[in-house]
């Protein structure tokens, strides 16, 4: 239909279709389409090793959403030729070779540099190794009316900036730090303060009231030079942590917390504490490694694809392979609301999942996990529900980066770059150049 299309428009056009037997695979509305396109005069050539490509854009028609296993023969080498060429691909609906639902790639998949979709927009397109084949991504609803859609099911959300000013309005002038809550970030063993220490600054960034950091005496005083805001406090055991949980609204464990005895003690401390908390890093790997008794699930877990396959005593390979089905799993077996890290992030409370769209690859650094388990921490310290901090959180997080690559590039981005941009994109602002 393309070609027929673009040859009408007086547009010079190479039509290569795949197999000798091609149009009798045809049928419906695309038998049709071959039967117009023949009586019009474009003529087919099909394809053929050493066959050349022309034209100044390459229009992806090969394979559609229907695919579900592996990419094999000619398709192979047709789709390792277009990825070898140098002018730009356009995808029809989903580059060939990727899967709608996972984002896996089929074995071969086609490296678009704009993919036009139809209808609604595909998962797969959104997550794991689909954000690598779609390039630009424009939507097309083809004018279907709302009762259509209203028939289909809704598998995920993508949050928008409309969600984060639908839950984040403009403060009151009357505000006070009591009104945005105190949050307690545990963590930070022996040469690991860092971590801790950038989810508390993570959280005064991102509105909260108060922050509380509980951590190793050895790190006190870096935490006090270089974050006077935080009140920080040395813990060695669970005594010293209980009245800093007695004061806290919401609590943040896990970031450098360690899996020795001292992260163990205070992680069973802070799950017997009845207070709304957020499990991240070595909590988490402390978690599915039984090393704690657990009585409650109001909780947030936000673990990366390593985490959730100890959660799911499984490998990376198999969360990645279908991470919509595996975020759910993760929150079937530990309830509360599980937020899923990694290209496409996931958010999922049991009932809806939500997906995050934003980012770039120069969040595949150390640190970047803390920063967001501070920003979520502070949203939750806000009174958001668990799944709203956590999508929210998620969006804010991923959009202070996409601030720090706009003006430093993806290669080279640190942790603590975000620190500056994450009231930007909390409050939707942008760098003055």
């Not at 993919?115 to 097309?140: P, R």
């Not at 005895?261 to 499990?279: F, I």
């Not at 609301?337 to 049991?350: E, F, H, N, Q, R």
Request: charged share 20%; hydrophobic share 45%; proline share 4%.
């Amino acid at each position: 239909m393309v070609a027929g299309l673009a040859w009408q428009a007086g547009i010079e056009v190479q039509l290569v279709v795949v197999g000798e037997r091609f149009p009798e695979r045809l049928h419906g509305e695309a038998l049709e389409a071959w039967q117009w396109l023949s009586g019009i005069g474009v003529k087919a050539q099909t394809w053929h090793p050493g066959i050349e490509f022309s034209g100044e854009l390459l229009v992806d028609a090969l394979l559609g959403i229907g695919l579900s296993g592996q990419v094999r023969g000619e398709m192979v080498s047709v789709i390792a030729q277009i990825n070898r060429g140098t002018v730009p691909v356009l995808a029809v609906d989903i580059p060939s070779g990727l899967c709608a639902d996972s984002g896996a790639v089929l074995g071969a998949a086609v490296k678009a540099d704009l993919t036009l979709t139809f209808i609604a927009l595909k998962q797969g397109l959104l997550t794991h190794e689909g954000v690598d084949c779609v390039g630009e991504l424009l939507f097309d609803g083809l004018l279907l009316s709302d009762e259509v859609f209203e028939e289909v099911p809704v598998s995920a959300f993508r949050t928008d900036s409309e969600d984060l000013r639908e839950l984040l309005p403009p403060r009151p002038g009357s505000a006070h730090k009591g009104h945005y809550g105190h949050l307690l970030i545990v963590g930070g063993d022996l040469g690991m303060g860092g971590a801790a220490l950038m989810a508390a600054q993570a959280a005064l960034r991102s509105g909260a009231g108060l922050v509380t950091l509980a951590t190793r005496e050895e790190h006190r005083l870096a935490a006090i030079t270089r974050a006077p805001e935080v009140m920080c406090h040395a813990v060695e055991d669970a005594e010293d942590l209980e009245p800093l949980i007695a004061r806290a609204d919401v609590i943040v464990v896990g970031p450098g917390l360690g899996q020795q005895l001292w992260g163990c003690t205070l992680l069973q401390a802070v799950l017997e504490s009845g207070k709304p908390l957020l499990l991240d890093a070595d909590a988490l790997n402390l978690l599915a490694q039984d090393a704690v008794s657990v009585s409650s699930c109001q909780w947030v877990l936000t673990p990366h694809p390593g985490e959730a396959a100890r959660l799911l005593e499984t490998d990376v390979a198999d969360i990645q392979a279908n991470r919509f089905e595996q975020v759910r799993e993760l929150q079937n077996r530990y309830g509360g609301t599980v937020v899923l890290k990694g290209a496409g992030t996931l958010s999922c409370d049991g009932d809806v999942i939500h997906l995050c769209s934003d980012g770039n690859p120069g969040m595949a650094t150390a640190g970047m996990g803390d920063v967001l388990s501070g920003v979520i921490g502070a949203l939750l310290a806000q009174r958001l529900a668990p799944l709203d901090a956590a999508r929210i959180g998620v969006l804010v997080h991923a959009r202070a980066a996409d601030l720090c690559a706009q003006r430093l590039g993806a290669r080279g981005l640190l942790a603590t770059d975000l620190l500056n941009t994450l009231p930007l994109a909390i409050n939707e602002q942008e760098y003055d150049d």
